[in-house]
């Protein structure tokens, strides 16, 4: 999980109050739905979030689409439903960039905004600037809160034992279904790599993956928090 930065001078900012004013002067209501330059908005918050999806990482390439790298506009306060949050549908600050692959999925499979649907997350950890302190990984490819316990099901059973905030870390992994089975697998797949190479690296040279992977570019490697989360630990053997 990672901050995703929401500058003042986004085009995608300035695209949504451009909308909402021609929305106003019309009489009409500033609703998403009347909101026609979708596929603009998701190219611009694509490249923002350099091409990997708000919640689980994954690449994302092209707007909408069933199929891999695909993605949509996720509203992180509900865009309808019971937690409807509508005066925030054309807010900038509520909208990122979420991958499509498992929609169309038997719900138990699928993951990200497709599974989250109408449900609110507690906390908006993707506006904290420390964001990635909130969460870890372990190697059966699960992604969990920082707390002591390092299995999933184990923190599941004794939630009563978190923090506040880890509750909330908790809930918003369950609430996004961050640990399907294909996920866990994508991510045990990715950490076979980096675990093949980064036992042969010196400190040296894990240092400056983890510098390599924090310089600001125009995309960033999959999972990319995962793997500067196994870099650093790697690095303080």
Request: aromatic share 10%.
């Amino acid at each position: 999980m990672r901050y995703i930065p929401k500058p003042n001078y986004s085009s995608a900012r300035i695209l949504l109050e451009n909308a909402r004013q021609q929305m106003e002067s019309a009489g009409m209501s500033e609703l998403y739905e009347h909101f026609h330059e979708k596929e603009q908005l998701n190219s611009i918050l694509r490249e923002e979030q350099k091409f990997i999806c708000c919640y689980c990482q994954r690449r994302i390439d092209h707007y909408q689409g069933d199929t891999d790298k695909g993605s949509h506009n996720e509203h992180f306060e509900p865009e309808g439903g019971e937690h409807a949050r509508v005066d925030l549908q054309l807010s900038y600050e509520n909208l990122y960039a979420c991958c499509n692959t498992s929609r169309g999925y038997e719900k138990r499979l699928q993951y990200c905004g497709v599974y989250k649907g109408d449900k609110k997350i507690n906390r908006n950890f993707l506006n904290d600037q420390n964001c990635s302190d909130y969460f870890k990984y372990n190697t059966n490819g699960e992604i969990l809160p920082a707390c002591s316990m390092n299995d999933y099901k184990e923190i599941c059973e004794h939630r009563n034992q978190l923090t506040d905030i880890q509750k909330d870390a908790l809930q918003m992994i369950e609430t996004l279904n961050l640990n399907v089975e294909s996920l866990k697998n994508f991510r045990k797949g990715v950490q076979a790599d980096l675990f093949k190479f980064a036992v042969k690296m010196s400190k040296q040279q894990l240092e400056h993956q983890i510098l390599v992977l924090n310089t600001e570019r125009k995309e960033f490697v999959q999972l990319v928090d995962m793997l500067l989360y196994f870099l650093k630990r790697f690095a303080k053997r």
